[in-house]
């Protein structure tokens, strides 16, 4: 069970952050909106929220997740791939510190984003991206391993589309993952009750389970009965301006 979350809204600067998507730029006002409708689902799936001030000096600080990795006992500070967001790791850390026994951080050489890793329960898939590079992911392997949990690591180099691993796949509860079709016949799926995201729905491949409830974005009809006729108690957001800034669900809160 999560019990809390710390999240972050869009600062005015927001527009200015990174993003690889041809969407056009965000308008803040509307992801202010959103972010709060989110912050709304997070409060209704039963989390007690932290909710930190804009960051104006950070455009992509709203996503929170990519400078954390949480466990019950451990936090493990990230260093984000991105030179311009490395800085919100020290922004956010004092917050994120506070709640845990104990805490660790990737060290250079390594980088890596919160986004590119994926909890599964008592497993971790680890992306290797253009943002989480081997030593970072090597890092992580060792600490989560050390603190009892299995880890693979999922290369998603050739896999264009995806900014980070969690843009691809996303845990659904117990031996079940949502996974986008390029990434499917992945060896580190065998085994896991793969559900394929429909073609043409990828966006909608991050979707975070949080308390027996699923939060999907809305705009994806398939993929949203897909989930419902597995039984799953899905609630539909709509994250169009976070979106354009090739942002998902998970990456608007750490949560543990
Ligand atoms: N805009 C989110 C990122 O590129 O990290």
């Known amino acids: 069970m999560f019990t809390r979350a710390i999240v972050r809204p869009p600062s005015s600067t927001f527009a200015d952050g990174l993003t690889s998507s041809a969407l ?3 308008v803040v006002a509307l992801a202010l909106a959103q972010h709060e409708a989110y912050c709304r689902a997070l409060e209704e799936c039963g989390l007690s929220l932290v909710r930190l001030p ?3 000096g950070y455009p992509d600080s709203t996503f929170v997740e990519d400078t954390a990795v949480l466990t019950p006992a451990l936090a493990i500070l990230t260093r984000p791939g991105a030179p311009s967001r490395q800085g919100e790791v020290e922004a956010i850390a004092s917050e994120i510190v506070r709640h845990f026994p104990a805490t660790a951080e990737i060290a250079e050489p390594g980088t890596l984003d919160g986004g590119d890793i994926c909890e599964a329960g008592s497993h971790f898939f680890i992306g290797i991206s253009e943002r989480t590079n081997e030593e ?3 890092q992580l392997g060792f600490l989560l391993s050390r603190e009892g949990f299995t880890v693979s690591m999922v290369d998603i180099r050739e896999v264009r589309s995806l900014l980070h691993l969690k843009s ?3 845990w659904l509860g117990g031996r079940r993952l949502a996974v986008i079709r390029e990434l499917a016949s992945h060896a580190a799926f ?3 009750e ?3 995201v429909p073609d043409g729905e990828e966006y909608a491949a991050n979707c975070v389970a949080i308390n027996g409830r699923l939060l999907i ?3 994806f ?3 949203e009965s897909l989930l419902k006729d597995l039984g799953l108690r899905v609630l539909a957001l709509d994250m169009t301006e976070f979106r354009k800034m090739d942002g998902g669900l998970s990456c608007l809160s750490l949560r543990f």
């Open 136 to 138: 970072g992911a090597r």
């Open 168 to 170: 691809g796949i996303a």
């Open 194 to 196: 793969v559900v394929i």
């Open 190 to 192: 065998h085994g896991w």
């Open 221 to 223: 009809p398939h993929f």
């Open 217 to 219: 974005s809305s705009g």
């Open 54 to 56: 804009a960051d104006e």
């Open 24 to 26: 056009g730029r965000p």
